[in-house]
């Protein structure tokens, strides 16, 4: 207790409170005994001596000390009721520079705003928060706290808090520091000129922290609200001396400052070649060019398949491999998974549609141009969507098809055994990609785009499997054997 | 280095993500929730990746008030939600209204009201377009109704918050969120220069974010101020696609999923003989009235709403055409989607021998 400060008015303080509306730009707006007024002037001698009134952003709540904004000489933003801890983590963290000083009382912080107060400390967001116990709301009108004291009468308490009914105050010292996160936990009064001694070199601890980018720190400050207790000073001092102190113990909570490692935190990258190299994919060896379009005049009209199966069949990523198919061909492509109540109890399927102009509705629910069914309910369930001179795909392995009328066409293989003789059952899907290939070739493409059908099949298997060259071997193989192996093939197409 | 190429397939949600960072948004904030959640996924894998901020918060209210914090600090940032979220984020939304502060929130909305389902439904129209918060406060809100415009409106969107200072929306339905169409990306933007009136480090005067004004003289000012600036977006921000509405005698109008829905039904009426086309509003804040009305002018006989919700962009219609040309509603709620089927055959009962629903 050596050291001598003389107070006076801080230099982190406005000359002149300007953001005060209202003549009055000279004094604060608390009432008189209020530990509000000893709290800011601490935190704004602090600033000024340590040399952070560019880089301090005070985040300040609801409640009397709402208007904190006036005061300080820095960046300042005023938070909605309790969200100060999740304001000051977006300055903290998108600015590591800023040193963060969260000012919040009892019902901001204990109350409406538990939660985040608790998640931000837990987190270890770098920064301090400062917060006024005065176990009462004094803004709103003297109600009940979170901090209120048992037996102490509120206008909400009118006959003294009981714990049956609002159960016992809560200590937010004592749980912050029980996290592993926080660095520096200690709680102070702001009665005796010796505890108000304390409170300044807490006050100057945690900011250092701050400024150190040690994490989170927090102290809190039991504080005098005479007005809304109704005491004259004298007995507010005794009042936090005694009943408060016994209650919440001053001290130090937790203190690992110094075998912590300063924060360090990425910069940010926004040079558009490395934004690029995240974003934008290696393209896939093509054999076409931007400009291709495959003259087939099968595709002259906007063209939409429906696969479905069991879940695991993999029905989703077969769509994914025709979906990559036509966006590697030029064709504007939507690819639209199972949504909805279906997509339950273990049936899975997906639409993906081609066209050259802009695509409508991304549903292959009626007129499906290509049906690929790999299990009996899919047949059974959506046969009557397929278009009249549509195509049907299917597992001979699972699948006995009903009759069928004479303008479609139907193509079959046994893609379940054949996967199985591979050793994963996985690859049925490329399997049937083969199948797929090999109607296309027959029954639709030109000639001279026969083999491009191949091509294109294997570009996508690349670019979906690419990543795992083994697997990728593993599916190309089961396309090769779909395109040679014993078929199932009739219907309108193949009989001209 | 390998040659790379802007053409990809991408799912509506994460094309959100990749319009962000093409856009130069420096964070990310949000909690989890169905059919949102790729947005969260992708933020979390690319934000980081280029060393810019994702935080999972612990609720929606502070990812909207970490939203708020950041924006205040100058940043580009944006949050994504989801019905039930979007109502919880309310609160913030009007704080940022309030405080004039920029930024991006994606909506991708799902089946409600309370729990409601996880399926795609349009039901958040009326507490995202009217501004769902206290006070008198409007947000922009763009409607993408493909997967290139999840990526492109989301660009848009950063500008526009950035221009009026104001929350700006991307509001779509789960199942564009969760749709792949191919994309061609956009070429990235350079990080946008800091605001004179940001809490940054590098102004030299000392400012101030809030949205108290404790005189009701001053409190009347800035909402006449903001009023002014709304009117300003709704005489120069509408947008919409007119489609096949040249020679149109009926209108869909519609936006996200219904809209794709709606066009594709409008090729199938115009196949048999029935001249009609589609408005598809991309804001519904400003709400595209020049177009409605210009289209009411031409002799549109009638107005389809096309809807995934109990009719709420409806009134907007009739508002926009001032009530001279009937308009019904052809709707689907609970998390379904109407078919094209469907609409074909709703809109023919409806063409015609309607009423003014």
């Known amino acids: 207790m050596s050291e001598i400060v003389k107070f006076s008015r801080p230099a982190g303080f406005f000359p002149k409170f300007e953001r005060r509306p209202g003549p009055n730009k000279t004094n604060m707006h608390y009432c008189p005994g209020c530990g509000h007024g000893i709290l800011h002037k601490l935190i704004a001698e602090a600033i000024a001596d340590m040399g952070i009134k560019d880089r301090a952003v005070i985040v300040c709540p609801v409640g009397c000390s709402v208007f904190a904004y006036y005061y300080f000489d820095c960046h300042s933003v005023e938070c909605a009721h309790g969200r100060a801890p999740a304001v000051a983590t977006a300055f903290s963290r998108t600015d590591p520079e800023n040193v963060v000083i969260g000012y919040q009382g009892d019902g901001d912080l204990a109350s409406i705003g538990f939660n985040h107060i608790l998640q931000a400390a837990n987190r270890g967001e770098n920064m301090v928060v400062f917060f006024v116990n005065n176990a009462i709301y004094g803004m709103t009108g003297g109600q009940m706290a979170p901090t209120t004291l048992v037996g102490q009468k509120t206008v909400t308490s009118p006959n003294g ?250 193509y079959g293989i046994n893609a379940g055994e054949i996967a199985e003789q591979l050793g994963d059952l996985r690859v049925a899907n490329s399997v049937i990609l083969g199948l797929i290939a090999r109607m296309m070739q027959d029954c639709f493409m030109n000639e001279d785009e026969k083999a491009d059908v191949d091509c294109a099949m294997i570009e996508s298997l690349k670019e979906n499997y690419g990543k795992k060259p083994a697997v990728l071997e593993l599916n190309i193989k089961a396309y090769n054997i779909g395109k040679t192996a014993d078929i199932v093939c009739k219907g309108a197409r193949v009989s001209k | 280095m390998a040659k790379r190429t802007n ?17 130069g948004c420096e964070a990310y904030f949000g909690y989890p929730i169905t059919p949102a959640s790729e947005i969260a996924h992708a933020s979390a894998k690319l934000f980081p990746a280029l060393g810019r901020t994702f935080i999972q918060a612990e609720c929606e209210i502070a990812s909207i008030n970490m939203v708020y914090g950041a924006a205040a600090a100058g940043r580009r940032c944006m949050t994504a939600s989801s019905g039930l979220g979007i109502s919880l984020k309310q609160e913030g939304v009007s704080y940022i209204a309030g405080a004039e502060l920029p930024c991006v929130i994606a909506d991708i909305m799902r089946g409600g009201p309370g729990l409601g389902n996880i399926a795609p439904e349009q039901s958040d129209y009326n507490q995202v377009v009217k501004g769902g918060g206290h006070g008198g406060y409007k947000v922009i809100v763009l409607a993408p109704g493909s997967v290139q415009e999840m990526c492109e409106l989301t660009m848009l969107a950063f500008d526009l918050a950035d221009e009026y200072r104001m929350p700006v929306y991307v509001l779509t339905d789960g199942m564009i969120g969760q749709m792949m169409e191919k994309l061609e990306l956009p070429e990235p933007r350079p990080r946008r220069a800091p605001q004179s009136w940001a809490l940054n480090r590098v102004n030299e005067t000392k400012n101030c974010v809030s949205s108290i004004y404790m005189e009701p003289k001053d409190l009347e000012e800035l909402n006449i101020r903001l009023n002014k600036k709304y009117a300003e977006i709704c005489a120069k921000e509408q947008r919409a696609e007119l489609y096949k509405m040249d020679d149109a005698e009926y209108a869909f109008v519609a936006y996200g999923i219904s809209s794709r829905m709606a066009r594709t039904a409008a090729d199938i009426l115009r196949a048999e003989g029935i001249k009609i086309g589609m408005i598809r ?77």
């Open chain 1, 161 to 410: 808090r009981t714990i049956l009914d609002s159960g016992y105050p809560i200590k937010v010292a004592e749980m912050i520091a029980q996290f592993e996160a926080p660095v520096y936990v200690e709680r102070c009064a702001l009665s005796s000129v010796k505890n108000i001694m304390t409170a300044r070199r807490a006050v100057r601890k945690a900011i250092q922290n701050t400024i150190d980018k040690k994490g989170f720190s927090f102290v809190e400050f039991l504080s005098g609200c005479p007005i809304n207790l109704k005491m004259k000073a004298k007995e507010m001092n005794e009042f936090l001396d005694t009943k408060m102190s016994q209650y919440y113990p001053l001290g130090l909570k937790k203190d690992v400052s110094a075998e912590r490692e300063a924060i360090v935190r990425a910069e940010p990258i926004y040079d558009a070649d490395k934004v690029k190299e995240l974003l934008f994919p290696v393209e896939t060896e093509r054999a076409v060019d931007d400009d291709f379009q495959y003259k087939s005049e099968v595709f002259d009209q906007e063209r939409s398949v429906k696969i479905c199966g069991f879940g695991g069949q993999g029905v989703l990523s077969l769509g994914h491999v025709i979906a990559t198919v036509g966006k590697l061909r030029n064709f504007n492509v939507s690819w639209l998974p199972s949504y909805g109540p279906e997509m339950r109890g273990g049936t899975a399927n997906c639409s993906i549609v081609f066209s050259r102009g802009p695509i409508g509705s991304p549903q292959a629910d009626f007129n499906c141009s290509m049906m690929v069914c790999l299990n009996q309910p899919s047949v059974d369930k959506f046969l009557g969507q397929l278009a009249e001179g549509g195509v049907l795909i299917y597992d001979t392995s699972t699948i006995t098809l009903p009759e069928l009328s004479a303008d479609k066409t139907v």
């Open chain 2, 281 to 357: 509003p991309q804001t519904l804040f400003p709400f595209p009235v020049n177009a409605m009305k210009q289209a009411a002018d031409n002799g549109i006989k009638q107005f389809i709403s096309v809807e995934m919700s109990n009719g709420m962009m409806i009134d907007d219609i009739r508002l926009a055409i001032e009530c001279k040309v009937p308009v019904t509603l052809l709707n689907r709620m609970g998390g379904n989607v109407p078919s094209v089927e469907e609409i074909v055959k709703r809109a023919k009962e409806q063409i015609g021998g309607c009423t003014n629903v």
């Open chain 2, 7 to 23: 053409k990809i397939l991408l799912k509506g949600n994460e094309a959100v993500v990749y319009g962000a960072l093409l856009a």
